[in-house]
């Protein structure tokens, strides 16, 4: 049962209010439905019938609303095929739980569900290979058999393929195919005799909310199409396709498409045996589908048909459009020669629904407590379905899962990109075409740019920026010296796959009547894009074109300065009488009597002492308030994140997102102060000095005439300020920071430049700077992720209560189990990009999670997690230094450093303005 409890106590209350059961509920119908519950579910498909099964063996009063009959939405004609190797560690954590699941409910309760007849992607050409090598370089981490297979030991594996064409494969025997009817009849069966009531027949009109404060709402229950109300503190909106119509009813809009989306079975195939592989050609775009003797035959296309379901449909399909699904099978038959002689047994064309980056909505539905989204899974519901169903609830009861699920989590969406309907289609259809293109470290998205800008995006477009899209805003990703401006992504021309009269396929309707392309019959490509062949430079597992740009924008910030527009990050001003007794619980560090004008680095924890975020907290000068500076990335998520724990223990304090009315320029490197002390135009001309702005605090002072706050930090390891603008006085003081730039740059030699994240990247790296949802997360404690001096001082202090502190007490008690550790690579022409494995003196240990080159220190650098040796209690420095460690990528191991310390000014002497005289000296230069 879940605890309810007191603001500010050490130990705090749970998330609802929750009913036991009081014994099994073996059947249900419409006719008995309950008045309350602990948890509604919301969808009968095998998502919801996981969460249901999950939520049951918690203890939780569950009950699960299905409008038709399980599985009849999307579920029923899932392929099912399960493939756990997948580029994202989360992933492989889920889809192996899936597959476990499935193994043990067939055990639980003899419904079959499991096929493991192996799994194959096919490569023809070397990059495709190398990512493969690097998937194989994952499973060993994670004990999942895979190998790497040459043409004719594809052919050994599954004689019908064609192999010529074919430089090699992965091969994972103990992947297989999941029975959609059966793994939901399994999960409803379990969750049965754990007490849950499963209803069918029975539509949900809406989920009632009530109004809270800041325009926010909580959800109360459900109420079906028949007018019975079910109070519960938990929905859960697993509905699929039809997501999007259950979460209207209370205010949320989601970002998810439907499409029609199919596969054939073919007629029995002469030599096909059921022990064959599924077969991924990701080169040709298609799957081939082990199906006894035949075989299903589907892929992705590059102009779906999207489509609006019918709220009735239920167990339905469409026509097959074979113009449509005809460029799938041309590679169906490239590859399997034989099916050209093969009959066709049947055609399935079903609803499924698609989001903007092709990963599934989990998690907490942003502006609605109480409210849970698990939908739009993008044709991987079945492989998903286990391991959503356990995160999510944890999710419910814990408050946070244990694993990293921010890729998933709606909050990775902010509120614009989600209410702009011509964003959401542009970015679903790119996703969906792009399924099966190899996933390289930094690509970058072509549709739906532009929507979100800082105020001075025009002016670094003129200095020849090429912007990346982080959470909908256009950052600066690193400049192209040589460029016109015409580099800038061009209005989104779904890569020419809807021209010729293709439009229809979007389903244009009044929504989108403001897309450049919505009265188009056809869709023509660009015949030029200079921004799509700038990025297509980027596309390898290789250097990268743009590596020896951002190692000169490195070297500027280190000798001169570099100047950053770090407008994307999210700002918040919480106020209100309980404001420093909420800062004081939420953050990690100890607030309490911090001087105005203090800046404070900070994680902000959950129950199990892992880290939702790190970011600073400024007390303003003028008392205004805390003044939160998150990352842009996480922005949204680090609202919803306060605003929920600010409700939950009821502080009485006002929250509020200064996101878009403020900009963020970074001024960095040995010369900023030198450079901008000249460009205050109201003060006393020392506002720069050492000792007057000493590190970690704030001053508000005024420049090309612009009022701000200059924050002295940095996040690239220089002395360094951050000014926050707003916005529309950001392009005079940007203007005023270049032209002065120009000046300081002839007079004393050296380079003052705009810079942009992939520097950030570098520099950040290199001085061990963390960051969230690559190398921390909500699963890594402070001690773990190295940034235990953030929180130490408060835990020293016996009787102050902060979210958290049992949790990290019972960590320091037992010891770290693993730790974030520092890896350079010793051979210097060796590139990284996260998730190579970790080895110590032989035995892997642990997985690279964030990589960057240090172009100071010449040498790429590698950060991830040690796990504790098995015959040692705790990690300590001793083990660390002592062992021997490579990294391992793509079959590979390559010597590395082990680092104790910063590779790079480990002493944080630049930060304090220390440099020596041969890295900087004085000049004073008239502006």
């Known amino acids: 049962m879940l605890r309810c409890g007191l603001r500010g106590i050490a130990t705090p209350p749970q998330h609802g209010v929750w009913t036991l059961r009081a014994s099994a509920q073996l059947s249900s119908s419409a006719t008995d439905l309950p008045s309350q519950a602990g948890a509604v579910i919301v969808g009968g498909g095998s998502i919801g019938a996981s969460i249901g099964y999950h939520l049951s063996k918690q203890g939780v009063d569950t009950i699960l609303l299905e409008k038709s009959k399980l599985t009849s ?22 889809l192996a739980y899936t ?23 096919i490569a023809t050409n070397l990059e495709r290979l190398s990512e493969y090598k690097r998937l194989h370089e994952l499973g060993k981490y994670y004990g999942v058999e895979s190998h790497i297979l040459t043409a004719s030991e594809v052919h050994d594996v599954h004689p019908l393929l064609a192999v010529d064409d074919v430089c090699g494969a992965l091969y994972s025997p103990t992947d297989g195919t999941i029975d959609p009817t059966g793994i939901v009849n399994a999960y409803a069966a379990a969750a049965r005799r754990m007490g849950a009531r499963i209803v069918e027949d029975v539509g949900v009109a809406r989920i009632d909310t009530k109004e809270l404060s800041n325009g926010r709402r909580e959800a109360t229950g459900v109420t079906t199409t028949d007018g019975h109300h079910i109070s519960s503190p938990i929905v859960v909106n697993a509905c699929g396709a039809w997501a999007n119509d259950l979460s209207l009813t209370a205010g949320a809009k989601l970002p998810l498409l439907a499409m029609k989306h199919a596969f054939i079975v073919t007629d029995t195939l002469e030599g096909m045996k059921p022990e064959f592989p599924n077969v991924r050609d990701h080169d040709l775009s298609i799957y081939l589908k082990t199906q006894g003797s035949a075989m299903a035959l589907g892929g992705y296309e590059v102009n779906p048909e999207f489509h609006d379901v019918d709220s009735d449909f239920a167990f339905g399909l469409y026509d097959l459009d074979w113009d449509t699904f005809a460029q799938n099978m041309n590679g169906h038959i490239q590859r399997c020669p034989s099916i050209a002689n093969t009959g066709i047994a049947s055609t399935v064309c079903g609803p499924e629904s698609f989001t903007p980056d092709h990963k599934p909505l989990v998690g907490p539905q942003p502006g609605v407590e109480g409210l849970f989204t698990a939908a739009g899974f993008n044709s991987m519901g079945m492989m998903m379905g286990g391991g959503v169903g356990r995160e999510l609830a944890k999710w419910i009861l814990q408050g946070s899962p244990s694993v990293d699920m921010f890729s998933v989590d709606p909050a990775r969406f902010h509120a614009t990109s989600v209410a702009d309907p011509v964003w959401v289609k542009e970015r679903t259809h790119e996703s969906y075409a792009k399924t099966y293109a190899v996933v390289f470290p930094h690509d970058e998205s072509l549709a739906g740019r532009g929507s979100r800008v800082s105020a001075i995006h025009e002016q670094l477009v003129e200095q020849g920026c090429i912007h990346q899209a982080r959470h909908g805003f256009e950052r ?33 309707d009044e929504s989108i009547a403001a897309a450049p392309w ?13 921004y799509r062949s700038v990025i297509n430079g980027e596309l390898t597992f290789g250097w990268c074109q743009s590596h020896y740009l951002v190692a000169e924008e490195v070297m500027a910030t280190r000798k001169g300065v570099g100047i950053i527009d770090q407008s994307y990050f999210g700002k918040f001003l919480l106020s209100g009488p309980d404001a420093d007794e909420a800062v004081q619980f ?32 400024t007390r303003l000068p003028d008392g205004s ?30 929250l509020t997102d200064h996101s878009s009315e403020m900009c963020m320029i970074s001024v960095q490197g040995p010369h900023s102060a030198a450079l901008l002390e000249n460009l205050v135009t109201a003060g006393n001309g020392d506002e ?84 969230w949802h690559a190398d921390l997360s909500n699963r890594d404690t402070p001690m773990e992720a190295g940034i235990g001096f953030t929180v130490l001082p408060k835990l020293k202090r016996e009787g102050v209560p902060f979210l958290g502190r049992e949790a990290l007490e019972q960590h320091r008690a037992a010891g770290l189990q693993r730790r974030l550790v520092c890896l350079t690579v010793d051979n210097t022409d060796v590139p ?50 002592d062992g021997v460690w490579e990294i391992g990528d793509k079959r590979t191991r390559y010597s590395a450093t082990f680092n104790l310390r910063a590779p790079f000014d480990p002493t944080n002497a630049r930060i304090g303005g220390q440099y020596t005289d041969e890295e900087f000296q004085t000049h004073n230069v008239t502006a």
């Open 73 to 94: 939405g999307t579920t029923w004609h899932s392929a099912g095929m399960l493939w756990r190797l997948r580029p994202h560690d989360t992933d492989v954590e889920l």
């Open 99 to 121: 597959r476990d699941m499935c193994i043990q409910l067939e055990e639980e309760t003899n419904h079959r569900s499991w096929t493991e007849n192996g799994g194959l992607f």
């Open 476 to 508: 600066p990703g690193w400049f192209e010296p040589n460029s016109n401006g015409s580099q800038v992504p061009k209005p989104y021309d779904f890569y020419g796959a809807y021209d010729n009269d293709g439009a229809w396929r979007l389903a244009p």
């Open 518 to 530: 919505a009265k188009l019959k056809g869709i023509p490509g660009h015949d030029d894009h200079q």
């Open 586 to 617: 939420l953050c990690g560090a100890d607030m309490e009597g911090r001087e105005l004008g203090r800046v404070v680095y900070t994680p902000l924890l959950n129950e199990a002492g892992g880290v939702e975020a790190d970011l600073t907290v």
């Open 625 to 654: 308030g805390w003044y939160f500076a998150a990352g842009g990335n996480t922005a949204t998520k680090d609202f919803e994140w306060i605003s929920r724990q600010c409700r939950l223990y009821n502080y009485d304090v006002t």
């Open 688 to 771: 720069f000095d050492l000792d007057v702005f000493p590190f970690s605090t704030c001053t508000k002072m005024e420049i090309a005439g612009v009022p701000l706050w200059c924050l002295r930090l940095t996040f690239v390891g220089e002395r360094g300020y951050e000014l926050h603008v707003p916005s529309e006085g950001a392009p005079a003081v940007y203007r005023a920071l270049m032209a002065a730039g120009e000046m300081y740059e002839r007079h004393v030699g050296v380079p003052v430049q705009p810079i942009g994240y992939r520097a950030i990247d570098s520099m950040s790296a290199e001085k061990g700077y963390r960051h």
């Open 832 to 881: 990284l990009h996260g998730l190579e494995t970790i080895w110590r003196d032989g035995v892997c240990v642990g997985l690279v999670k964030s990589t960057a080159f240090g172009h100071t220190v010449g040498k790429c650098i590698a950060y991830g997690y040690a796990d504790c040796a098995m015959h040692l209690d705790k990690i300590t420095n001793a083990w660390l230094s």
